[in-house]
């Protein structure tokens, strides 16, 4: 039986935003974490010029507070054999919180006189050979930029959000009631899992409108680090299972196994925080993008796909969704995770694989979150 493809963005726009059941959700998330010096107290302060703003202050000496408490994440490496009731999987469903506006693209963010000028500044430095076109040259652009920064807190945006390690931030989407799914590559490999990590769902300029919520557990089928090989790429995901249900708050797109009928359709929507456009403090949105070609990997068994394309993709969007909208349905669908960057200049794409992006996806992916689902339900 064939999947049904999904809708571009002409077919997609014509319909009525999804809605969701006007009862709201509420839940109690943790918005900060802080470490106090034996008898330390906290005091609640309301602002003198707001009266619905309030502040959070504790006593701090000449050597400042205490160091943030982080938490490593315990690692858990899947394989065939664990994971043998879910290789057959191919699709798993979403939610759109109840309460919670939607919209089948986000609102463009305005930009600051700064990202104004490096915008200019990026245009001009360089013009298409034949067309005198400007071309926008900064990380792996092909032709001109067509991605947006956004500020949307509706449904999906929302939930894909800020990855932070100690070794820098990526990006990630929430996958399940408690799940968010990021890059294998963007994370801090230790013997026994990883570094801490935490994700911010919604991040925006330093606004963490549902806090900046820790992982405690990481599932993935390899470690992948540095320079990826294509059997990399294909695997380069992890599921992280937070501390809290912050899926069920601001909701979670599904999930289909890509089909290489696909190709070459322009059903795609890409987010991400890009480093160059905002310093990684506000997501980024491209819509009408095209997966080109697939290449199946195999690795102990399960199959994974290189999915290659010639969107918009630079460093910090590594981990961000590729996702499509089906009809009648509310949610979309992811079919990849932001991987591999095909080089650092701008070009126009040549027909074949050679220099394009490379997202990761295919039936691991899909078994990886089935896994995760079924094995760490809600708190």
């Known amino acids: 039986m064939n999947t049904p493809s999904p809708l571009t963005t002409s077919e997609l726009l014509q319909r009525e935003s999804p809605v969701s059941a ?8 943790s918005i900060a974490d802080i470490k106090l010096q034996r008898g330390d107290q906290l005091s609640i302060v309301r602002d003198k010029d707001f009266e619905d703003v ?23 490496k899947l394989d065939t054999e664990m994971a043998r009731n879910f290789l057959e999987v191919r699709e798993l469903d979403g939610m759109i919180p109840s309460g919670s506006a939607a919209k089948f693209r986000p609102n463009r963010a305005k930009l600051t006189k700064v990202q104004e000028t490096l915008k200019i ?108 090989s294509d059997q990399e790429t294909a695997f380069d995901y992890v599921v992280l299972v937070m501390e809290e249900n ?53 690795l102990g068994g399960n199959d994974g796909l290189v999915l290659g394309h010639f969107n918009d993709f630079t ?4 981990g ?26 701008v070009q126009r794409p040549t027909g074949s694989t050679t220099g394009d992006n490379e997202y990761g996806g295919g039936p691991a992916l899909s078994s990886l979150i089935s896994w995760a689902r079924n094995n760490f339900p809600p708190l």
């Open 121 to 228: 500044n990026r245009q001009q430095l360089s013009k298409d050979p034949k067309t005198g076109e400007l071309l926008d040259a900064g990380g792996t652009i092909f032709g001109t930029d067509d991605r947006f920064l956004f500020n949307d807190r509706s449904f999906p945006w929302r939930t894909t959000g800020l990855i932070r390690t100690a070794g820098g931030f990526c990006s990630g989407t929430t996958i399940g009631p408690r799940l968010v799914l990021t890059a294998s590559h963007c994370v801090n490999w230790t013997d026994d899992g990883a570094g801490w990590i935490t994700f911010t769902p919604g991040y925006f300029d330093g606004d963490e409108p549902w806090g900046e919520i820790a992982a405690t557990n990481i599932i993935y089928w390899t470690q992948a680090t540095g320079l990826l």
């Open 320 to 345: 961000g969704p590729v996702w499509g909208w089906w009809d009648n349905e509310p949610w979309p669908r992811v079919v990849g995770v932001g991987s591999t960057i095909g080089s650092t200049a």
């Open 54 to 76: 309030f502040h959070l202050k504790c006593p701090v000496g000449p050597e400042g507070m205490p160091a943030r408490p982080r938490k490593p994440v315990k690692g858990i």
């Open 22 to 29: 006007p009862t709201s959700n509420h839940a109690l998330l």
């Open 315 to 318: 460093p910090g969007q590594s």
């Open 246 to 298: 912050i899926g069920n708050v601001v909701g979670y797109p599904g999930y289909r196994t890509y089909n290489d009928d696909w190709n070459g359709g322009t059903f795609w929507q890409s987010i991400g925080y890009p480093g160059e456009l905002a310093s990684g403090m506000r997501p980024a949105f491209q819509g009408d993008c095209v997966i080109s070609s697939t290449q199946q990997q195999s």
